[in-house]
């Protein structure tokens, strides 16, 4: 059993704990990965429950699991299209509250099993050092976490 990055999500912060790790003929590691769907849902729930400010891959990453285009969250955001466009291409700072709204509209439309506070997840918002590492256990695909 071994880590593995997993980069098919998008984020380069995602690493797999407990897999089975192989070699394709070319040298480069190679997992099964048999539920997709519930390793993106584990992924959302640790990028919801991140300490630190979404960066625009994880924001992009969200909007996607939920399933929403741009145009689509900009309105419940608020905000213009171009502007979400621009924070998933971190051209400008997702703002605060945007992100703490993101965060609890992910918890009310994957309907995680999460009971976090406003309070506590708009301490997660604020902008500072991101991109820590995404440890999700691998060991078992029928209960990622």
């Known amino acids: 059993m071994a880590s593995y990055r997993y980069k098919a999500s998008g984020l380069d912060n995602v690493f797999l704990e407990g897999v089975d790790v192989v070699h394709d003929d070319s040298g480069e590691p190679v997992v099964s990965i048999p539920n997709i769907e519930g390793l993106h849902r ?7 429950q991140k300490t630190s400010a979404l960066t625009g891959r994880e924001w992009r990453f ?12 900009a ?3 608020k905000r213009e299209a171009l502007t979400i466009s621009r924070w998933e291409r971190a051209e400008t700072d997702i703002e605060a509250i945007a992100d703490t709204l993101l965060r609890l509209l992910v918890i009310e439309r994957l309907k995680l099993d ?9 301490r997660w918002s604020i902008a500072g050092i991101g991109g820590e590492p995404l440890r999700i256990d691998g060991s078992n695909p029928t209960a990622y976490h």
């Not at 584990?42 to 990028?47: G, K, M, P």
């Not at 999460?114 to 708009?122: A, D, F, G, P, T």
């Open 114 to 122: 999460l009971h976090l506070s406003v309070e506590q997840v708009s």
């Open 75 to 77: 309105e419940i955001m």
């Open 62 to 73: 969200l909007r996607t699991e939920m399933e929403l285009t741009q145009a689509q969250l």
């Open 42 to 48: 584990a992924i959302a729930e640790a990028v919801v």
